[in-house]
């Protein structure tokens, strides 16, 4: 079974356009070089009807062709920093939990809102409670730290009702913050919320994955998973087998789960190419790099449908 823990449904009026332009930056930046010459803004507004999936016709699809059994949807709440978009995130968590009830073999909802906002707990038991979403997504470069008060609230939810969480760990493009997702910020999750199973969405970062692995390698609590690192795997395949690598011996293949970030990945790797380059690693790793069967098939699945099994 492959299951891919982090994906995201987006739609017109459910995120700040913000969001979309700071993705837009990195685009413009390359069509300069090409001769082509756009505003960050209307990339931006182009990417929001490219990446418009709310009911998850084109997420199934990608599904399909890829061969992931079942994907972990969630939305994003960037509307405390940003000012909020024409669609309030509690309608936008009902809409996201009502496409996975409708393909509940496929899709698995998780509830994400900005721990600050007035009500945030009574939202999270609400959307696990009424509507069966099942985990807890965060996104800290919003502006708060992992550990900060308002956070923990939600936490000691989550630990009580048996819930897993993901959080946002590494870099983040324009205008959010990268200093309030760094990895030793979830050394105090850990402590403080021992039996809480918390996976590190992106492991950390491509670039702060080794202060992770030195968190997560002595706090048995904490899970990483590796959606975004297909610009790694493209860019350095060498260097992402290395970093895989470091995360087993030093993490264990039990605690490293796959993960797209779809879709704001699908023109950089297609989830096909994703799956097929971490299914080959024990066939094409470079020299001196070794995986095996079982461990990929943990990576791709077995730990996911664990942890997700496990309430």
Sequence with gaps: MIIDIHTHLFAAGWVPKEFYYG???????????QGVHQTNEEVGDALVEATSDPDGVLLLEEMDEAGIDKSVVFPIDFGVPAGDPEVPIETVNRHIADVAAKHPDRLISFVSVDPRREGALDLVKKCVEDWGMQGLKLH?????????????????????????????????????????????????IAVDFPDLQVIAAHAGGMFGYQQMIAVASIKLNILVDISAWQVYAQKDYAGFC?????????????????????PSFRSIMSNTDWVGLIR????????????????????????????????
Excluded: C
Excluded at 283 to 295: C, D, H, I, L, W
């Design 140 to 188: 800290p470069s919003a502006g708060f730290y992992p550990n900060q008060e308002e956070v923990y609230r939600l936490l000691e939810w989550a630990d009580s009702a048996g819930l897993p969480v993901i959080i946002h760990s590494g870099g983040m493009m324009y205008p959010w913050r990268a200093k309030f997702s760094q990895a030793m910020f979830f050394d105090d």
């Design 280 to 311: 080959d690693l024990p066939k094409n790793a470079p020299e001196g790099t070794v995986f095996s069967r079982e461990e990929i098939s943990a990576i791709l699945g077995g730990n996911a449908l664990r942890l997700l099994t496990a309430k």
């Design 242 to 262: 290395r970093a895989l690598r470091q995360y087993l011996d030093f993490v264990g293949s039990d605690r490293v789960l796959f993960g797209s970030d779809s």
């Design 23 to 33: 993705i837009a930056r990195f685009i413009t930046r390359e069509f300069a070089k």
